[in-house]
């Protein structure tokens, strides 16, 4: 297949960065053809609705086609823009902190409850009703940190509701003591597992709307530890678009001894449990210029090498300065003879 080129850009700055139409050019002649707007962030629309709906129509008029952003539980940090101190990264009142095994918030990161899913679910037919056909939730859509700790919601009531659905007795003492390395001869660790990731795979399902194909981008290394599992999620939406979730967004993670081999390893982890599934890559530059144009360029190649042809790029709440696009857009051509030649051999 053709390689499929995606960006992502606020609908703020679509309607009054006086760039923007510069902005469209840089991206055609990368080969961009689909732009995704900033939809439902932290339990709020990025910007009023009706300036989504307009930045939409913009968008196909200047020729590209459109797909919906959206991160429904919060990130934990500002992975927007961490210059931009005025960003509303506070989830509503009416949501609650997911809670860590420690008992603390974990900031600004919310519980899966059926209020956080009723809001989502609106902000999804919101979306839907202005023609979006294709929606993505961001790499926060898991119950747990990047690590290599099994996480989760320990607070009162989700450890009762697990309690109850297993027949158990745990606290958050004794969860704790098994993530930790406790004898867990009954199997309590993959039980809270399967727990987590039902709260996921739910949100998945009860927010998806007829007619609109959903996604969730899964962070580098994310699996049922974090609440994230790929084969559940592909059972309850078999049209299900997977984000690969790669780091290494910075020549300080990439370019060093074993940057590329952990961005691969990961790559192909999930591609085996995505399996027929629409493979997106993540070709993240952030911090702002934090990984070079040489660099972004040879992880999209590698990216191809690995049998992805949805190219995802991505900054932020920061646009891609013209180095990058310019170096894509020289290079599109080798990039797509590169993608072709694979399809070719392994057709072979």
């Not at 709020?44 to 939409?56: L, V």
């Not at 005025?86 to 609650?96: Q, V």
């Not at 932020?316 to 051999?345: M, Q």
Request: glycine share 8%; with cysteine; aromatic share 10%.
């Amino acid at each position: 297949m053709k390689l499929d080129m995606n960006y992502s850009v606020s609908a703020r700055d679509v309607l009054t960065n006086p760039e923007m139409g510069a902005r469209f050019d840089m991206m055609r002649r990368a080969g961009v053809n689909r732009v995704w707007l900033e939809g439902y962030f932290y339990g709020h629309h990025e910007t009023a609705p009706e300036d989504i709906a307009r930045a939409r129509a913009r968008i196909l008029d200047a020729g590209f086609e459109s797909g919906i952003i959206s991160l429904p539980v919060g990130h934990p940090g500002n992975s927007l823009n961490p210059d931009d101190p005025t960003l509303e990264l506070r989830i509503p009142d009416s949501w609650r902190y997911r809670i860590d095994k420690n008992g603390n918030p974990v900031y600004f990161c919310a519980d899966i409850d059926g209020t956080m899913i009723r809001d989502n679910t609106e902000a999804a037919r919101v979306y839907a009703q202005m023609g979006f056909d294709m929606s993505f939730f961001d790499d926060d859509l898991r119950m747990g940190n990047w690590g290599k700790e099994t996480q989760g919601c320990f607070c009162d009531d989700c450890i009762a509701r697990f309690n109850e659905r297993f027949s158990l007795k745990e606290t958050c003492d004794t969860l704790r003591a098994y993530v930790e390395g406790a004898p867990d001869p009954d199997g309590i660790l993959n039980m809270w597992r399967k727990f987590n990731c039902d709260k996921v795979t739910d949100l998945m399902v009860k927010t998806h709307i007829d007619g609109q194909r959903s996604g969730i981008m899964v962070m580098h290394d994310g699996d049922e530890r974090h609440g994230i599992s790929i084969p559940d999620i592909r059972r309850a939406l078999p049209d299900c678009m997977f984000r690969v979730g790669e780091a290494h967004f910075s020549d300080a993670d990439y370019a060093v001894p074993g940057g590329r081999a952990s961005v691969a390893k990961s790559i192909s982890h999930h591609l085996k449990l995505i399996g027929d599934c629409d493979a997106y890559s993540e070709s993240t530059v952030f911090p702002a210029r934090a990984l070079s144009p040489e660099n972004l360029l040879d992880k999209i190649r590698l990216e191809i090498s690995l049998g992805l042809r949805h190219i995802f790029l991505m900054a932020g709440t920061w646009f891609l300065s013209e180095p990058y696009w310019n170096a894509i857009a020289d290079n599109r051509e080798a990039l797509s003879e590169f993608a072709a030649a694979l399809d070719e051999a392994k057709e072979k």
